[in-house]
């Protein structure tokens, strides 16, 4: 078309005089003549173009950052990598984010068995590098042994939560521990962590100790020791 020539005059057919058109008549007319498909054969498809506009925008938010960034685009690349990089750690640090579990199920089966046996049954697993497994019977021959010294009443349906909370009145100073503890045993039964050789370590340790506490008489269940 002819620019600005087609904006305001159109010409008549016999090529002799000029005939002029107002402002509004000539934009419509123009725009009638622009939306021919002559004039869109080698636009691109709708989806290219917005590939295109969304790369055209994050090409202007690029530019953008790096503009207000010390040392422009460069220092920008490093920021990037640097966060990456410290998030990369997060993750592999602590795991996948997951819902902190709260143990509902009996910590015993319906096969009672004794502290020493959960204890030989935990070195067994743990032995084998069965960590979870060994965690598992760990915590449950530390609640056998608070029963068997009177500590906690015999109750079947506790889990390991109650167990924890219960055997912290009777041993103070050890709460904070069982109650971690209790954490371990719900992580790896119903959270579905893995537990390791340290963890297994500190649970061991724990039942060692809590044989050797002397229990706060205080608030103990009926028929705690004397």
Same mark, same amino acid.
């Given at each position: 078309?002819?620019?600005?020539?087609?904006?305001?005059? #159109?010409?008549?057919?016999?090529?002799?005089?000029?005939?002029?058109?107002?402002?509004?008549?000539?934009?419509?007319? /123009?725009?009638?003549?622009?939306?021919?498909?002559?004039?869109?054969?080698?636009?691109?498809?709708?989806?290219?173009? /917005?590939?295109?506009?969304?790369?055209?925008?994050?090409?202007?938010?690029?530019?953008?950052?790096?503009?207000?960034?010390?040392?422009?685009?460069?220092?920008?690349?490093?920021?990037?990598?640097?966060?990456?990089? #410290?998030?990369?750690?997060?993750?592999?640090?602590?795991?996948?984010?997951?819902?902190?579990?709260?143990?509902?199920?009996?910590?015993?089966?319906?096969?009672? +068995?004794? /502290?020493?046996?959960?204890?030989?049954?935990?070195?067994?697993?743990?032995?084998?590098? +069965?960590?979870?497994?060994?965690?598992?019977? !760990?915590?449950?021959?530390?609640?056998?042994?608070?029963?068997?010294?009177?500590?906690?009443?015999?109750?079947?349906?506790?889990?390991?939560?109650?167990?924890?909370?219960? =055997?912290? !009145?009777?041993?103070?100073?050890?709460?904070?521990?069982?109650?971690?503890?209790?954490?371990?045993?719900?992580?790896?039964?119903? =959270?579905?962590?893995?537990?390791?050789?340290?963890?297994?370590?500190?649970?061991?340790?724990?039942?060692?100790?809590?044989?050797?506490?002397?229990?706060?008489?205080?608030?103990?269940?009926?028929?705690?020791?004397?």
């Amino acid at each position: 078309m002819g620019g600005a020539a087609a904006v305001g005059t #159109l010409v008549r057919a016999d090529g002799d005089i000029p005939v002029d058109v107002s402002r509004d008549p000539a934009r419509e007319a /123009a725009r009638r003549e622009l939306t021919k498909p002559m004039y869109h054969e080698n636009d691109p498809n709708p989806l290219q173009q /917005a590939v295109n506009e969304f790369w055209d925008w994050v090409e202007e938010l690029f530019g953008a950052a790096s503009s207000a960034t010390p040392g422009g685009a460069v220092g920008l690349v490093v920021i990037v990598l640097v966060v990456l990089a #410290l998030v990369g750690a997060l993750w592999w640090r602590l795991g996948t984010p997951q819902h902190i579990p709260t143990s509902t199920s009996p910590l015993f089966d319906d096969s009672p +068995r004794s /502290a020493a046996e959960h204890r030989a049954a935990a070195e067994a697993h743990a032995a084998a590098g +069965r960590w979870n497994e060994a965690v598992q019977e !760990r915590m449950r021959a530390v609640v056998r042994a608070l029963e068997e010294r009177t500590l906690l009443d015999l109750r079947p349906g506790r889990t390991a939560d109650e167990a924890a909370a219960e =055997g912290g !009145r009777s041993l103070p100073a050890h709460s904070a521990q069982l109650r971690a503890a209790a954490r371990e045993f719900d992580d790896v039964t119903y =959270g579905g962590r893995a537990a390791d050789q340290h963890a297994y370590h500190q649970l061991r340790c724990l039942d060692l100790e809590l044989e050797r506490a002397k229990p706060h008489l205080v608030d103990t269940y009926p028929g705690a020791a004397e």
